[in-house]
């Protein structure tokens, strides 16, 4: 008789800490690289740290799209795992894969021809330009990295194998910790390729962590089979996979699109401005990765016990994610409260900066628990196959709302923008709220009480 997956056995609370810790461990150390790498970037001047911050929109969007694949094979392939049906469980592993190639090769097409228009949009400053324009390039053309190692990730969560997914993480990030200062300032009497060098090391790290992804996959993963050979696209499965993974998809690309916004707004001020920008987002994206890992690892935990029809668990571990986002998202309040002067010298910030950033940074920070609450429970939407719902939150809390509340609140003074953030949050949690409950009582009331 097959062994029970651990998702569908383990005690919830011990399920939840032993499947997210080590995807909240390596998505920390991915947060660490890109605060390493602005910090390094940093170094070289504003006009490099602008550069970046403008080209990180293009960065977002592919990580949204590749995160939407993720998520649709994830769900997809979690749900035939508890439903036993091994074969669909492989076809949907090698057609996630086959998608995530063809993401790839429409972005490098597009960073090729429209890297540099894309920069120009929001300055005509030519050292920003050339640098922006350099570093969408690189990051474009080699973006295999970035998108086939989120599908070979996802094919660990999937079949509850976090552990190996913190592996290939933890390489990816200290690869590019390791390359950022060697290929920026050119060490060991390499060229100084200063931001070109930056974008570089992150995709090099990028591929080789890509690599290890795919040999644990096909080495000790055993409860996915890759079957390459005879090959052919299922189209019923790809656009399962789209179904699933579109709304997740749109949900990440909103903050590209608010990244965007927000640069416009914010450049009509100072270029310091879309600077701190660019630093708060990384500052932010170290705090928030905890729980978008609790966030990755609930998505399959939900999926497999929904395949399996045991309401009680779905519930059970519903809430204990929620409790659990909550208590780091107040640490992190309390943290970016008191610490905000140092949190910006990491990035050598002048004193234009401090004057813009601390107030920036503590206002803001008022909704990081709103914020938290919202990202587990669209995730349990996600899990149970309902991301058009979850996509509704994130378009209220990343487009909907802040985007006009920060242009009419810049009317009012540059602080004033930044309690976009704590409306848009407040307004998208009790979205989140009415809709999952409204989700879980059109499918969990239709699953038995007694499985416990």
């Known amino acids: 008789m097959a062994t029970e997956n651990k998702m569908g056995a383990m005690p919830e609370g011990r399920l939840i800490v032993t499947m997210s810790f080590p995807i909240m461990l390596s998505m920390l150390v991915q947060a660490l690289y890109n605060i390493v790498d602005s910090a390094f970037v940093a170094r070289i001047g504003?006009?490099?740290?602008?550069?970046?911050?403008?080209?990180?929109?293009?960065?977002?969007?592919?990580?949204?799209?590749?995160?939407?694949?993720?998520?649709?094979?994830?769900?997809?392939?979690?749900?035939?795992?508890?439903?036993?049906?091994?074969?669909?469980?492989?076809?949907?592993?090698?057609?996630?894969?086959?998608?995530?190639?063809?993401?790839?090769?429409?972005?490098?097409?597009?960073?090729?021809?429209?890297?540099?228009?894309?920069?120009?949009?929001?300055?005509?400053?030519?050292?920003?330009?050339?640098?922006?324009?350099?570093?969408?390039?690189?990051?474009?053309?080699?973006?295999?990295?970035?998108?086939?190692?989120?599908?070979?990730?996802?094919?660990?969560?999937?079949?509850?194998?976090?552990?190996?997914?913190?592996?290939t993480q933890l390489i990816g990030a200290l690869l590019n910790c390791i390359l950022d200062p060697i290929?920026?300032?050119?060490?060991?009497?390499?060229?100084?390729?200063?931001?070109?060098?930056?974008?570089?090391?992150?995709?090099?790290?990028?591929?080789?962590?890509?690599?290890?992804?795919?040999?644990?996959?096909?080495?000790?993963?055993?409860?996915?089979?890759?079957?390459?050979?005879?090959?052919?696209?299922?189209g019923r499965i790809l656009i399962e996979i789209v179904r699933i993974g579109l709304p997740a998809a749109l949900q990440q690309s909103l903050m590209s699109v608010l990244t965007i916004g927000l640069n416009r707004i914010l450049m009509a001020f100072t270029q310091t401005a879309v600077s701190f920008y660019g630093v708060y987002y990384k500052l932010q994206n170290f705090l928030f990765m905890p729980v978008y890992g609790l966030n990755n690892a609930l998505i399959p935990m939900i999926g497999y016990n929904f395949g399996a029809k045991n309401r009680r668990r779905i519930e059970r571990i519903t809430r204990f994610a929620l409790l659990l986002a909550l208590g780091i998202m107040a640490v992190g309040t309390v943290l970016f409260e008191l610490l905000p002067i140092p949190l910006l010298h990491?990035?050598?910030?002048?004193?234009?900066?401090?004057?813009?950033?601390?107030?920036?940074?503590?206002?803001?920070?008022l909704s990081f628990c709103l914020a938290g609450a919202s990202v587990i429970l669209c995730g349990c939407m996600q899990g149970l196959g309902r991301g058009g719902e979850s996509l509704w939150v994130a378009l209220l809390r990343q487009l909907i709302v802040i985007l006009p509340a920060a242009a009419v609140l810049s009317r009012i003074s540059l602080d004033a923008v930044w309690f976009s953030f704590l409306l848009a949050e407040a307004v998208g949690l009790l979205a989140a709220l009415l809709l999952h409950r409204h989700v879980s009582r059109r499918l969990l009331g239709q699953l038995p009480q007694q499985i416990s």
């Open 46 to 167: 504003e006009d490099a740290l602008t550069a970046v911050s403008l080209a990180f929109p293009v960065q977002l969007l592919m990580i949204a799209v590749a995160t939407g694949t993720g998520v649709g094979v994830n769900a997809l392939l979690s749900r035939r795992l508890g439903e036993k049906k091994q074969d669909d469980a492989n076809a949907v592993a090698i057609n996630g894969i086959f998608l995530s190639v063809c993401c790839w090769l429409v972005f490098a097409v597009l960073g090729l021809l429209f890297g540099r228009q894309f920069i120009e949009l929001f300055t005509d400053v030519p050292a920003v330009v050339e640098m922006g324009a350099n570093y969408v390039t690189v990051v474009t053309v080699a973006s295999c990295g970035v998108f086939l190692l989120f599908v070979a990730e996802r094919l660990m969560q999937a079949t509850g194998n976090t552990l190996y997914h913190m592996i």
């Open 346 to 365: 990491l990035f050598n910030a002048s004193d234009a900066m401090l004057a813009i950033g601390v107030p920036g940074i503590r206002i803001i920070s």
């Open 183 to 234: 290929m920026i300032f050119g060490w060991f009497g390499l060229p100084a390729l200063g931001t070109t060098g930056a974008a570089l090391a992150t995709v090099l790290s990028q591929i080789i962590a890509m690599s290890i992804g795919f040999f644990i996959n096909v080495r000790f993963n055993h409860d996915v089979r890759i079957h390459v050979r005879g090959f052919r696209p299922n």
